[in-house]
Structure formats: C-alpha cells, structure tokens
C-alpha cells in the first residue's frame, strides 16, 4: 500500500486544509517520508455529516451483514499486517514481531465481535405479551431491543498503535453496535493510521455500504479534536490517553447544549499486594514476574503493574533483590514519542523528590528517545502520606512498597484512586488477609487478579477494562472485551405494534432465532 | 402513622437544623400541620457517610436476602396504603383513589424487583474458561458479575408523589442493585415523603440491615441538592423533573473533581402522529382518546400526548370536534403547587404567543391553584417555524398541528428534540408512510406505541422510560421498568480466582442455578 498522506472522508482521499506533517522515527530522531495531510473544523463538519448520513442504513444492516463486514476488516487486515508491522515499528519505536502480533490480535478482535453481532445477544431483546384480562388494567404488548446511538467519534491512542488506535477495540465495538465512526488519527504513527483506516475504507466499498460508515481525520494541536467533540451531529466520544486530554474532552463533551457520553480510559497503577504467605513462598518469582510484565511495551501501557505493595517480613529480601536483578538487566528501549519520553523523566523525578529510594535501574540510554527502566522503593508510611506516589508515571518505572503489617496493607489499598485493575498474591494461609483485602478492591476496580502477572489482555466476553474515576470517566462500561459494545447502545420500546411493522429480532416468530427475554424468562422459543 | 416532621437519617429521627417548613393545601392554599425538619450540608454528610458505611455489608447481601428486604417494604407500603393516599391527596390535590392505585402499582413496583433480585440475571455474569493450552498465548479463568456502584442520591418528583417519589422506581431499582440510597424529599408533599421514608425506615430495621441503607433528607432552596451533587462519597444521581433543575444538576455533578453519573429524566412532548388512513377511520375516536389521555393527573405527567400531528383531510375535522368538545367537559382541577400552577398559565401563554389558535377550552377555574384545559391548533408550517411550539408546557395544554401531507409531516418529526415516547395512528394502508416515520422516531425517542394513548407506564422486562437529550440526560438507560437497575451497575472481572474465593454466582458449581454466559453460550449448568 502505497501512503498517500490522505484525510479519509467517507470513499474520498483529501488533501491537506491547514498544513501537512510528517511522522517522526523515535528511534532516530529523524522524519519519514510523505507528507501527512492536516484538517480542520471543515473536514471534521464533512466527516460527521457523512456519518449521519449513513447513519440510517448502517444501523438497519442485517446482523448478518454487518458480522460480514466485520469479517472482511479482519481479513482486510490480516493481509496487511507485515506492511502495517513494519511501518508502525518505524513510528514507535515497538518490535515488529509484537506489532504484527497486535495485528493479528486486533483483526481477532473484528472476528469476536462478528459473532457477538450474530448471536444477538446484545440486542438484549424483551418481550412482555398482552395481558388484555389483567386487572385492575390491561397490558399491551410491550417489545424492545437495544439500537445503534449514532455517529460515534474515536480517539486513537498512542500506545498500541493497532489495538487502541485507528482499527482497534474502539472502532470494532462502535461499527459492531450499529455506529457509524469517524476516528481521529493519532500524529504520533499517521503511516499506520492510514494503513489501518484504508483496509476499513475498502472494506465499506467492499461491503456496499454508504461511504459515511467510516472517516479518519487527522489535524494539529487541540482544534480538531474540539470540533470534533463539539458537533452537534456527534453522539458519543471514546478515548485512551491521559488524565489531563481525557478531562478536557470530556468536560467539553458536557458542556455541549446535549450533553453525550463521552468514555474516557486514562489513568491506572495497577497496585499489586503480595500477603505474606505468598511472599515468603515466592517472592523471587514475584519479583521477576513484577519486571517482566511492568517492562513489557517499555513500561507504556495501561495495565501496567506499577506498584507492588509487599507486607515486610520473609521473601520481601529475595523479592526486592530478584527485582532490582530483573531490572539491571532490561536494555533502554525507544520511547513512543519524544515527548513521552520527557514526562517519563519528568514524572520518574517525582517519585524519587517524593522519597523514592531509587534500588535499581537498567542500561543508560544512548538516544535521545530510549527509556532507561527504574525500580524505586518506599514504605507504606511513605506511600500513604504522599499522593503523588499513587499516580502513573507512564514508562518503565516500578514502586515497590515495604507496608508494615496486614492494617497498613489495607489503609493502602484504600488509599488509592480508581484502578483499571488490581493484582493479589495470596497463598492458602493468607486466606483471611485475602478477604478482607477483596472488597475493598471490588470497589476501587473493575478486574481483580489473583496469583498472575497476565499478558495481554484479554478481549472476551468476561473481560473488564475499565473501573472508578480516574482509571475511566465512567465505570458501568468497559472498552475492551464484548461488553465494549454497550457503550454505544441504547433500548427503544415498541408498544402494541403489528407483526410485520416490529423490527426483525421483534418479530413473534423469532426468525433470527435469538434468545429474548420473554414475559421474564429467556427462551429461544 | 403520626407524622413526627423529623429528617430520617439512618436510624435516627432528627430534628431541624435550618428552620422547618408545612406543607400546603393546593386545594385550600392553607397550610397542614406539622412542621417538618429542614436540614442542610451537616445532614446531608451525616446520611451519605452512613450511606457509605452502609455499602460494602448491603451490597454483599445475598440475592435471597436483598429480595426479601424488597417485598418487604411492598408489604409494608400496602398496610399503609390508605392512610398514604389521603395524606397525599391532602398535599397534592390528586384523588386519593388514584392514589391508593399508584401506591398499591409501586408495591407492585417493589416485588418486582424482589424477582429481578432473585433471578439474579441482572449480574450480567460471564465466564470464560481457563485454555492453558492455547496458541500464541493460554487464557487464564476469567469471571464477570456486575456489581454495585455505591451510594446513590434520589431526588423526589413533584408530579407522581409515589411511583417517583420517596419509595419511587428510582429507589426500587438502586436498592434492587445493592446501592444504598440517600433520597431528597420534594418539599410539595413532605408528609407523603414521610410516610413512605419511615416505611423503608423500619424495613431496613427489621431486615436487620445497616441503618445507613436509607436516609431521607430535606431542605429549603437549592443548597441542600448541591450539598448531595457535590458530596465526595456519592457515587450516582437520579432526578425527574424540569429541564432547567434536571441540567443544573448534572452540569454540577460533571464540574466534581471526579464525575458521577447523573440520570435526569426531563422533558417530553410525546408526539403524536395521525396517518390519513387512520384519520379517516377513527379521527372523532383520536380526539376523545387523546383528550382523555393527556388530562391523566391534570396534564402533570412526562408521557402526556402533549402534541398531535395530523395530516389535513378526511376525519380531521372530526377529530378536531370531538377533541374540542371533550375539553369542554373537562373540570378546572387542582394543580400540584401554586409555582406549578403559574408556570402553567405562563407556558400555555407562551403557544398562545407563538401563534396557537384556542380552539376548546375546560372550565374555567375558581380556585386559585386550579388549571384550566386548553386545547390550542396551529399549522404544520407553523410548529416547523417556531421551536417553542415543540416544548412542553407543563400541565392540562394540548397542542393540535394540522399538517399539509406526509412530507411535511415527516419534516415536522425530524423538527423534534429527544422524547420519551412517540404514538403513531395508522391503518393498513398508511404503511409506506409509517415505515418512513418509523425510523425517524426511533432515532429520537425511547419509545414507540401503535394505535394506543397508553395509561399506565407499564413496569416490567421490555419497558423503556428514557429517551434522547433532553427527554434525559442519558439515553442508554431507562428510569422505570426492569432495565432501570442497569443505572447502578458495574462490571468487575475476577481473573485466575479460586473457587472458594469467588464471590457466589460465579462459582463454578453455579449453587445459584444462574443463567450464565459460559464460553460465549448461554445456560443454567
């Protein structure tokens, strides 16, 4: 696929509005070669217009259409991925091997949620039958399903390149629900935007769909990003990135005259408690595990493990040393943009001003770019009375924790902010401590793991990514996982209507053979 | 019951600390005995820290447990049905039968809930399966319930002083979901307030559950409302009412430090829209429906058929006879509250100013608080040209649009901000014209009824009373009905969990005999 550099405005390639840039190659500081058009709040009024125009004949697909054409995107991408590996290494700095990996996971991703379209399921079709004899008043028929919200604008992340960004979980679920989607590309990888953004492009021509289903703008500073959220034709706002860009947006998006549910996925430490069973049973192993997972994607995602919290007694002496080892051994690695890498520096700083002891570090960076990996120490004295503990620094930095007994494990565990997820390593005689610590983590976030560092996430029908404020601006959603689709749904009652004018899963004879919830209980009848 | 006049926070009955207040007689514009607490910010934190302290025990309730407390408190409503009813009609000026009728439908309301508890299928539970040996990567056991989102802030409706009240759909589904609930009594029925708080009062008592479950706080002005939008440890809000008090509160609940999710369910016109075949049929039968429907509660109701859309020609002029004669029988009756009732002369001037014809009118009032009906025509062109001719007016008014053909009135149903409900009239041979219409009203209501003015709201699986802005502030959600609890839900995956730490419906013998969705299949194994 040849980069043309081009916005992506329905079937049309168009040029640059308002300037053009180039993406840079982290890894060598230098620019890549072509030019990447910029757009303003006139493509941005173009793009959405298209979406609501397809709007009415894209969520009225058949669910077999529509699970067919997320099929085609996940062949369409599949069949690009060495391409978009390679060009998407060159503009982050990421192994190509684990790009094309994200490739092929992402296209998965399109796959499960064609079958989550043909199942149905989440229509979440009710029926309430007539009632015409009940007293003291009859009961009409009574038939809802869930419908499409309406266009839905995307934000792509910069850290997975692929699976947060331009043809990632976001884009699968909103198409998936019935929503058309017009997603602001990234100007951290723009060549890998564009390969994502024209394998959907082809593939609504393909799939003889209004051109309007899908739109890739791209722009400078917040302008874009703005219009987007401004337009009135709008109906919902999805993004990855950090507290501070994902407030503002969704500040702006409730300021609106209509305010729209804006959901925003931004900050999260991940705390890890080891009770002291597990500590002293394996706390070498812990400690690899810790590194391992905290490095992966240099230390820039988030799920990442950022502090561990380990009750001081047997196995903290071998867990810290295991850790500061693994860390000595970790290779600075390019960082996705110069600008990531300063806050890491910035943000890695303030952990040591706040009395991190700094027990390890991995190889000193050469470029400019690289990220050297750092593994700070404090008590849970320490933790519990500075804030700024508690808070993400993005990179390959950890915070270990000496807490002083079980009490201050748990005042720890309360004193964090809302968390994507929460790891505990327990053993059977740490079983108690375990209870009490659950409920506590239960409130605070949305995925609770037990004795595991995992990789990756998974994206299923039991996965949550999501969880209180701040880790998302809204923690009855998740934006990974099947459930991802909720998000963008809402329910419609149709009352005493005629068989043939019902919506098809509506329909008495159920031809699409869904299981609906009928007069309270779910049947395929 | 005495009536004591106390605030109920938790347990305790407690007395005034911002002066007190009576309730008035809209009828007789006298002031009923006694003087009922009026608290501030101090009482408003006392009941949301006990709230708080109430959560983690009331949430973890068993099913069992939590639907018993539920028909309870219907139990316990029905024993004070009568003594209810007339205490509010006293301060409302509704007919106490109708009353007794909405109080016995809103324990009905509650043992609806006891059912939705017990079957457990709001959970949403999934599981996916360990598959250690899965190629690039194993997946780990992954189990997803919803579960509770914290304590939630009812504020009381003015208009169904039961059924949106005090023991209202709104505090059946947060109790439902396992939230505690602090409830903002409306000062328009404080006695009414106070029967029905003292009710889940004692049923909390008596289920043995933590006494900060329920409080019932009230106030004078806008301080006491601010003080529960803003309070630290509310986790959601619920409002039905106007659009002005709806959006000032969600607009101050977003301003937080860390947002929370605000229901608002505001303002709706419920258009009607009569198709010429159906006009020709039965236009006199339209009318007298019509009329008969939107007088429901003197016109204070969210699903009144404020406004109706007919194609001028055959049968039109019936149903404008019929309609007109049928608001002349009307009585002038008693409004909610003098604020109401001159709001409601203010806004009926407001369509008379707009260029609404009076073609029929009820009897003219007597006393001061009454409304009188009015029946107001105006042209299709019109309705299009003037938005305030498409906003509610809060009372016994009934708009007429005499529409030039189907184009126009297709136009006039894109002219519509979001609504709860739309109604289409419609014989066999209107429908090209009703599948033109249809999915204009699907993507701008919550709610679509056939050949019906529907009375009650039903409460049940396939209800829907939500709708888009600003029929509520979130159209992904509905405030009455079985789906209402889906408001205070979150999802929680547990990963690589024990069994024995699991929390009961997601164990693997399933000792709840819960529908589950297992590996992406439905069953009860």
Not at 28 to 54: C, I, K, N, Q, Y
Not at 208 to 226: D, Q, T, W
Not at 236 to 251: D, K, N, Q, W
Request: proline share 6%.
């Amino acid at each position: 696929m040849t980069l043309t550099g081009q916005l992506l405005i329905g079937g049309a390639g168009v040029a640059a509005t308002v300037g053009t840039m180039k993406a840079l190659n982290p890894a060598t500081g230098e620019l890549v070669e072509p030019e990447f058009a910029l757009g303003g709040a006139a493509e941005v009024d173009r793009a959405v217009r298209l979406a609501d125009a397809a709007f009415d004949s894209y969520s009225h697909t058949t669910l077999a259409e529509r699970a067919a054409f997320l099929d085609l995107i996940a062949d369409r991408l599949e069949a690009v991925k060495e391409e978009l590996a390679a060009r998407t290494a060159l503009e982050t700095g990421l192994p190509a091997v684990q790009l094309q990996g994200e490739a092929e996971r992402t296209a998965g991703v399109f796959r499960k949620f064609a079958t989550v379209v043909r199942q149905g399921r989440f229509l979440q079709t009710a029926i309430d039958t007539a009632l015409p004899d009940r007293q003291p008043t009859p009961r009409m028929d009574h038939r809802l399903q869930k419908v499409a919200l309406g266009p839905v604008v995307i934000f792509g992340a910069s850290n997975f390149p692929i699976s947060y960004s331009v043809a990632g979980n976001d884009t699968a679920s909103a198409l998936a629900a019935g929503c058309p989607v017009v997603l602001k590309a990234h100007n951290a990888h723009p060549g890998a935007s564009e390969i994502q953004g024209r394998v959907i492009q082809q593939a609504v021509a393909e799939a003889g769909l209004h051109e309007g289903v899908f739109s890739l703008v791209r722009g400078a500073g917040n302008e874009i990003g703005e219009a987007l959220v401004d337009h009135p034709l709008v109906r919902a706002v999805t993004f990855t990135g950090s507290e501070g860009g994902g407030m503002a947006l969704y500040r702006r998006a409730q300021q609106r005259p209509d305010p729209i549910p804006v959901f925003t996925e931004m900050t999260s430490v991940n705390p890890t408690f080891v009770l002291p069973g597990a500590l002293a049973a394996r706390g070498a192993e812990i400690g690899v595990g810790l590194v391992q997972r905290a490095m992966y994607n240099v230390g820039q995602a988030c799920l990442k493990p950022a502090v561990l919290l380990a009750v001081d007694g047997p196995g903290l002496r071998e867990l810290r040393e295991a850790a500061t080892a693994e860390v000595e051994k970790v290779a600075a690695r390019t960082m996705l943009t110069p600008g990531i890498r300063d806050a890491y520096t910035r943000n890695a700083q303030r952990i040591a001003n706040s009395g991190g002891d700094l027990i390890g570090a991995g190889e000193v960076p050469a470029a400019a770019c690289d990220g050297q990996s750092l593994l700070f120490e404090v008590t849970g004295e320490q933790l519990l009375a500075e804030p700024a503990l508690r808070e993400e620094v993005f990179g390959p930095a950890i915070l270990l924790v000496r807490v002083d007994g079980t009490d201050q494990l748990l005042e720890a565990a309360r004193a964090f902010r809302g968390q994507l997820s929460a790891t505990i390593h327990a053993e059977a005689a740490d079983r108690a401590a375990a209870e009490q610590l659950l409920p506590l983590l239960e409130r605070r976030t949305g995925r609770i793991v037990f004795n595991a560092f995992s990789i990756p996430q998974e994206v299923s029908y039991a996965s949550t990514h999501g969880g209180p404020f701040p880790a998302t601006s809204d923690s009855r959603f998740t934006s990974v996982g099947m459930g991802a689709i909720e998000r963008f749904l809402r329910p419609v009652t149709y009352q005493n209507f005629p068989d043939e004018l019902l919506p098809q899963p509506l329909r008495e004879a159920n031809p699409l053979q869904l299981w609906r919830l009928v007069d309270g209980e779910l049947t395929r009848q």
